[in-house]
Nanobody, 114 residues
């Protein structure tokens, strides 16, 4: 059974940084394309960063240059470094495959506020 456990969220001031981590219980993790998604209140879930099994990365314009995704195939983890956060980044953040499967973790709340 696939499981994702996200951690590292919290309350941060505008301009601050956070590092999110996701532990994946997945067989042969290294062969999967992975991604981070977020869902803000009243909005649809959106992809914010993706990384292929070959470690190629992609970001939407809204976070490009501020977010960095990485993976550790030994530990089966995928991380998201977020810099220069602003209130529009407030959301629950999730990791999943890219494209996503049906099983989602509980997510980790990121709140950017002064």
């Amino acid at each position: 059974q696939v499981q994702f456990v996200e951690s590292g969220g919290g309350l941060v001031q505008p301009g601050g940084s956070l590092r999110l981590s996701c532990a994946a219980s997945v067989m042969r993790f290294g062969g999967y394309n992975m991604a981070w998604y977020r869902q803000a209140p009243g909005k649809q879930r959106e992809l914010v960063a993706s990384i292929t099994y070959a470690r190629n990365t992609n970001y939407p314009d809204s976070v490009k240059g501020r977010f960095t995704i990485s993976r550790d195939n030994v530990k089966s983890t995928v991380n998201l470094r977020m810099n220069t956060l602003n209130p529009d980044d407030t959301a629950v953040y999730y990791c999943n495959f890219d494209p996503p499967g049906d099983s989602w973790g509980q997510g980790t709340q990121v709140t950017v506020s002064s």
